[in-house]
């Protein structure tokens, strides 16, 4: 039976729910074929149609087999070879079919994948939850292969994390346990160690270790990580000073990296290239290589701590041709980037080297947009001002007139005591779902609701489709076609209801103050609950319990009134 083996930089397996499809009479020949034949043969074959043949037979045959661990080996067949768009929706379908098997393994396996994704995409937040979710399946198993899998995937988080000696732990675990056993994982970690004695600073060890992994590439006739050890050797260097000889080596290999799609090491690349030419005193050559690094950041939000040093290289270099507009764009660049930096790499933060400080750059900023400005004619400088004060007028106005109405239509329904939460009416037929999927979703979603399992903190789609042992795709197009908003909307439109009710029926709620009104709610902050809130009613929670009080004083005066009379 085949087991996956791959373990990559930025490796994906995709799964996906295919439909059944008619058999010729050639496919049920190749499906009389092992499925280590016909493995190898989709591994190993340059056709594209016979390649698409071998992964068809491979998924029927397990289907038609109902081996369901075969039927998950056939969708990361298939789905390797899938177009980006379409990976999450392959690897979420691969979990429903894995948590249906009740395999901790395969389950464990499944979550490992979904993660891939989120790393191939550097989204380094959720790829780790997905990976912790990974690792509380397989610690029930026996799989060692496995669990050294997420080892070496939670070592690649640390490592963009900035926490070095805790991921160089994992990276020597897994080259122990892979020297023997398996090849390619056995470089893909040599190489990730190279990389983090790199950022501690330690280049003479992690030029030992590429040339280790070279050498270990030679003797098992696997080259796949050629590339990346020789990208690693590019950036050692340039910290060396041989720039001259990392121009020559970055050159050669980072085509090659971008025709893979591995555009983080694309773009660590593009800066070391143009950083070397920057050295070398040529800046001409250089800055285009710090714009690629921009456009990639600006196309897959996509930047390293190290490499935001070329925003300050390109703001200089545009100060000094005093070209304003172009200075003034990657000054708004780099305030983006930083941004973004101290939200992923919260541990960096202090210690990245810092040309330019927040406080210098939005002086510049400033700086730069008032000599601009000076520049326009004062007519179109007045109009343009007193448009936008005429626009942000009615804006606000429209928005307030809206608030109003929300909150007036609230405390009417509440007076009248109709139900808030509606069902919006709509055909199932038009989600292209099974009807009786979508039928089990809405039972689920109603006990969902009626059991107040909104309450939890930090509750999102996959969370919620994992309890429901649903797929996070069908589940997102159930809920936005029935309860007519997104999953967020509705979490915590469900929880600022079930606030609404304990204002309206238990008067010491009113005197809550917002942090436990929030705990109560299951937000993870009170500036979430606040704006939930706002977002749902209209007005803020003290003035939404100030009405409260004033409807039910005038009513029990009226009441007494009649009663005196």
Known sequence: MYVPTYVAVCVFSFFAVLPQQRTKKGSDTIMHKSYDVLFDTIRTTKDPTREQRYLKAFLLKAQQENNVEEIVNGYKNYLHHSEERLRHTYADSMIHVAR???????????????????YGEKDHTSALDHYIMAYDYLKHTDDAYQKHK????????????GYYEEAIRLFQDCIAYYQDRNTRPYLNSLHSLGL???????????????ARGLEEADRSG??????????????????????????????????????????????????????????????DRAIPYFKKVDKIFNERDYLRPDLREGYELLIDHYEELGNNET?????????KADKSLAKTYRYLSGQIHREY??????????KIEELLAENEASDLRWGLATGLLVIAAFVLVYRRRMDKRKFKKLMQEIKDGVPRAKVVEAKPEA?????VVAEDLLKQLQKFEEGRGFLKEDLNLVKLAASFNANNKYLSKIITHYKGKGIVEYINDLKIDYIIELFTHQRIYRKYNYNSLSKEAGFSSVQRFVRAFKHRTGSSPANFCRVLDEQEAYQEGGSEALSNA
């Open 327 to 335: 200075q003034l764009y990657y000054i708004k660049q780099l305030l």
């Open 222 to 283: 696997n080259h796949s990580m050629d590339v990346y050890f020789k990208h690693s050797e590019g950036v050692n260097h340039y910290f060396r000073e041989n720039y001259k000889l990392a121009i020559e080596t970055l050159e050669e290999v980072v085509p090659q990296i971008a025709d893979k799609g591995d555009f983080g090491n694309e773009s660590v690349g593009y800066f070391y290239l143009g950083r070397s030419y920057w050295a070398l005193k040529q800046p």
């Open 100 to 118: 249906k098997s009740g395999d901790s393994a395969l389950i464990g396996s499944a979550y490992l994948t979904k993660g891939f994704v989120y």
């Open 150 to 161: 997420v080892q070496y995937m939670i070592g690649h988080i640390k490592y963009y994390l």
């Open 357 to 366: 400080t927040e406080r210098e750059l939005l002086q510049k900023e400033s």
């Open 431 to 435: 989600l292209e779902i099974n009807p």
């Open 196 to 210: 983090c004695y790199n950022r501690m600073g330690n280049y003479g060890l992690s030029s030992e270790t590429n």
